[in-house]
């Protein structure tokens, strides 16, 4: 079976499994139906302050797997469903941060520079119309990389490396997660070394499940979804609520942004916007095929770079239409490019990237890496059918973005209205809930709200939490890849060094922190 | 600008933390060692990977120190006395919730069992109404009112039919469509 028969297969599953409904005589297959409810969802997620793709993902992903079970047939429903989300809550973000300047997302800060002015100035439809065009673009200029570079990457990793060199790219990849995240080298590699032990406990080989204290409860090791839910959910709405307190407490207020009006999008203004669209399109996808930088870096570089390029009437910051365009369209080429480490080496490298292996380690069928893009003659490999799945679910999201999209998005500055301190404690129980559902005990619930802590903490002393989730995930695999490695190499305690390609992968992560670490004086 | 000393103590508290996992939780807590030798294999045991993450904290809160240190820009820290404040009243409330939440069900069987109800115990009534909704109810009221009551520094009728209506709406989301899905705290009943 070649390439294409793969890709044929992955396309027809999309649009064929399990048909849930008939419109106009054609089936519409549960992936597909996923897709629209993800895409939808994320962008009433995404116009929601205070929420955003990862709360919806972390909060449907054990709802998902209730109702579609572990095995194979759940994958593409289920990505299908992560993947409409990410999407939407990219176009979703700019909303509140043009009509309320309020970004609902971090990424969306940078839009509130030009899009609010545009809508004191009356152009608030236009604002939107923008970043819709850009966002859509940005998005699907980064699909076709991924869709390109992800199984070229996958099979060069696959025949050039073996276990020593697949344990210094994760040992690379950590370290290169570490030292960009955050405002602290140390602080970032701290995090990361923290998130690995808590992954020690109660695993190992041994018949005694180590670091378990002789208790039960950790035996069997934490639950990765409690962990990872804790820390990044429970650990923002924590520490936002505290925010929010702390502003009731100096004001006696808490702050809801005002209402406004409409504008249209006409082709002088997609000409004068598509350089920076293009532009800030190819930023977005270098940076996001890096793991660990993420879209808000890449919107503040396509702003800046923006801003450099822009010689219009209106500069930057005051309104001009430009800002809206180039800030959205780095931030959504991000999304695309951040699954190349993903799909082609199993490494996440942003939040999205967390939830999208969450729901391949819990399903059975699909372990992303370099394996799932290996063809063997006369056979069909299944994981390969469910990466071109994935592919075309993210095609036929791009197709909702590009044609109901933009309306739905302008239809959402309704849910700026949402108090936050009123949503986030409902987001609480609904977390706590969704992980009760997936492992009925209380005990999910406690090491939940544990992480939940170590979250809130974590925020508060300037620790970012990525490198935590990030090497907890990646813990185990590192330790299978050295084990395997040592005993490949007979014993050889310099196994890491062994080969050329091990060699320059441990020399550049310590490059990588040295460099960082001299540029900010480890902060 | 002077150190933050928040960022000194937490890399003496994570060194400390480090050496006492190498000094004693380690050494005490798993099986095998650092590296093994089986029938003239040598094999890498489960002590080696939390060994070299200890050792590596060590390294990393000494250079963070050393950075505090050197450069003197404040760590943009924000944990203070508030923070405390906060976070004693946020877990009151959650720590309330989840107590009604595990025991509102088993409590109300047991009143009524001494009663003279007779209706069995929680444990044969965990999937049936009301009895499974009462725990989840209650403590998700508490919980999500308690917790805008913290944020809003006061309790209105408005913050308590919030909790009612967030409660309820979960109930149904959770409940309703999905016969093999169970509530807090009825799994561990």
């Known amino acids: 079976m070649g390439v294409l028969d793969h890709v044929w297969l992955g396309v027809v599953t999309v649009f064929t499994q399990a048909p849930v409904a008939t419109v106009f005589g054609l089936p519409i297959s549960i992936v597909v139906l996923m897709v629209v409810l993800g895409f939808l969802g994320g962008i009433v997620v995404g116009a929601t302050p205070g929420l955003g793709g990862p709360f919806a993902m972390a909060i449907s992903l054990p709802i998902l797997i209730t109702i579609f079970g572990f095995n194979p047939d759940a994958l593409l429903p289920v990505l299908g469903f992560l993947i409409g989300i990410m999407k939407g809550a990219t176009v979703g973000g700019a909303v509140p941060a043009i009509l309320f300047n309020t970004p609902g997302t971090p990424d969306s800060l940078m839009t509130t520079l030009d899009g609010f002015p545009m809508t004191r100035k009356g152009e608030a439809g236009k604002a939107l119309r923008i970043a819709h065009f850009s966002s859509a673009s940005g998005d699907t200029f980064s699909d076709l990389v991924l869709f390109t570079c992800a199984p070229f990457l996958a099979i060069t990793v696959e025949v050039y490396l073996d276990f020593p060199e697949k344990a210094a790219l994760i040992v690379l990849s950590l370290a290169f997660i570490s030292a960009v995240v955050g405002d602290s080298v140390w602080k970032g590699i701290l995090a990361a070394l923290f998130g690995m032990f808590v992954a020690f406990i109660g695993t190992g080989e041994d018949h005694h499940p180590r670091l378990s204290l002789g208790t039960d409860a950790l035996a069997g090791g934490l639950p990765l ?3 990872v839910l804790g820390v990044l959910i429970l650990g923002e709405v924590f520490a936002a609520l505290e925010d929010m307190w702390r502003e009731k407490r100096a004001t006696d207020s808490i702050s809801t942004p005002p209402a406004t009006g409409d504008n249209r999008l006409r082709l002088r203004d997609i000409r004068r916007i598509l350089p920076f669209v293009g532009m800030s399109a190819g930023i977005g996808t270098m940076v996001g095929a890096l793991p660990g930088i993420g879209s808000t870096l890449a919107a503040t570089l396509g702003y800046a770079t923006g801003r450099r390029l822009h010689k219009g009437d209106v500069p930057f910051g005051e ?30 490298g942003n939040v999205a990237a967390v939830f999208i292996i969450l729901a391949t380690e819990t399903i059975s069928g699909f372990n992303p890496g370099p394996a799932v893009f290996r063809l063997t003659p006369d056979q069909i490999n299944s994981e390969m059918v469910v990466a071109f799945g994935l592919f075309t679910a993210m095609v036929f999201a791009n197709l909702l973005n590009w044609t109901v999209g933009g309306v739905f998005m302008r239809s959402m500055g309704i ?3 949402i108090p936050k301190q009123r949503l986030l404690p409902i987001v609480l129980l609904l977390t706590l809930t969704a992980i009760y559902a997936q492992r009925p005990e209380m005990l999910s619930i406690y090491v939940t709200l544990f992480f939940g802590l170590v979250g809130y903490l974590m925020r508060r002393l300037r620790f ?33 060094f062994s080969s050329p390609i091990s060699i320059g992968f441990m020399a550049l992560a310590v490059l990588v922190v040295v460099f960082f670490a001299r540029g900010r004086g480890g902060q | ?51 070299v993450v200890a050792i590596g904290m060590v390294g990393a809160a000494a250079l963070l120190a050393a950075s505090e240190i050197l450069n003197r820009r404040g760590s943009g820290a924000t944990l203070d006395r508030h923070s405390l404040a906060f976070i004693a009243r946020f877990a009151a409330v959650i720590a309330v919730g989840l107590a009604l939440m ?6 109300v069987v047991d009143a009524i069992n001494a009663l003279g109800g007779a209706i069995g115990t929680y444990r044969e009534l ?17 919980l999500v009112g308690g917790a805008i009551a913290v944020v809003e520094q006061r309790l209105t009728r408005g913050v308590a039919l919030t909790g009612v209506v967030a409660a309820l709406v979960l109930t149904g989301l959770y409940d309703l469509p999905f016969d093999d899905l169970l509530l807090p705290p009825n799994g561990d009943q």
Do not use: C
């Not at chain 1, 939490?465 to 190499?489: C, G, K, W, Y």
């Not at chain 2, 595990?102 to 409590?107: A, E, F, K, V, Y």
């Not at chain 2, 009895?131 to 508490?142: A, P, S």
């Open chain 1, 415 to 417: 849910m700026v209205r």
């Open chain 1, 225 to 227: 979804i409690s962990v």
């Open chain 2, 1 to 51: 600008m002077r150190f933050d000393p928040r960022s000194l103590g937490v890399a003496a508290a994570v060194a400390a933390f480090a050496l006492l996992t190498l000094g004693i939780w380690i050494p005490a807590d798993v099986e095998s060692g650092v590296v093994e030798t089986f029938r003239r294999r040598t094999v890498i045991g489960d002590a080696m990977a939390p060994t």
């Open chain 1, 464 to 496: 970012s939490v990525l490198p935590f989730v990030i090497a907890f995930i990646l813990a185990n695999n590192l330790e299978d890849a050295v084990r395997q490695a040592f005993s490949a190499t007979g014993a050889d305690p310099w196994f890491l």
């Open chain 1, 319 to 348: 309104g001009a239409p430009q800002g809206v365009a180039a800030t959205e369209a780095a931030n959504s080429a991000v999304a695309g490019a951040n699954l190349i480490p993903v799909l082609s080496l199993g490494i996440p």
């Open chain 2, 102 to 107: 595990s025991h509102t069900g088993p409590l």
């Open chain 2, 126 to 142: 965990r999937d049936t109404v009301p009895y499974k909704y009462l725990g989840y109810l209650l403590g998700g009221t508490v």
